[in-house]
């Protein structure tokens, strides 16, 4: 049973950073990828940022390039999160996908399994 346990939410100023963290457990198979994604009360889950387990390809939404950043280390994918603003206030999910996404990397539907999600309030 493959399992992806979120941690690493909180509270934080507009400007700061914060680090989440993913990790995936009871895979059998090697997979394609991890993705970050959020959802903002009111709106649809939308793709942050993923990388590729094969060749450490990313990719990132326009709405955090050059402030987030993802990097994977072993079965541990995290979510460097500089800059915060108080639109990137959400509920934040990891997601694995077991083959490479046709969309881009950013599309959940591409996506097979998903954590419980943490959140994120950037909030003065």
């Known amino acids: 049973q493959v399992q992806l346990v979120e941690s690493g939410g909180g509270l934080v100023q507009p400007g700061g950073s914060l680090r989440l963290s993913c990790a995936a457990s009871g895979f059998t198979l090697d997979y394609y990828g991890i993705g970050w994604f959020r959802q903002a009360p009111g709106k649809e889950r939308e793709g942050g940022a993923c990388?590729?387990?094969?060749?450490?390809r990313k990719y990132y939404a326009d709405s955090v390039k050059g402030r987030f950043a993802i990097i994977e280390a072993k079965d541990t994918a995290f979510l460097l999160m500089n800059s915060l603003k108080p639109e990137d206030t959400a509920v934040y999910y990891c997601?694995?996908?077991?083959?490479?996404?046709?969309?881009?990397?950013?599309?959940?539907?591409?996506?097979?399994?998903w954590g419980q999600g943490t959140q994120v309030t950037v909030s003065s």
């Open positions: 990388i590729s387990r094969s060749d450490g």
């Open positions: 997601a694995l996908a077991w083959h490479k996404p046709l969309g881009g990397g950013l599309v959940p539907a591409e996506y097979d399994y």
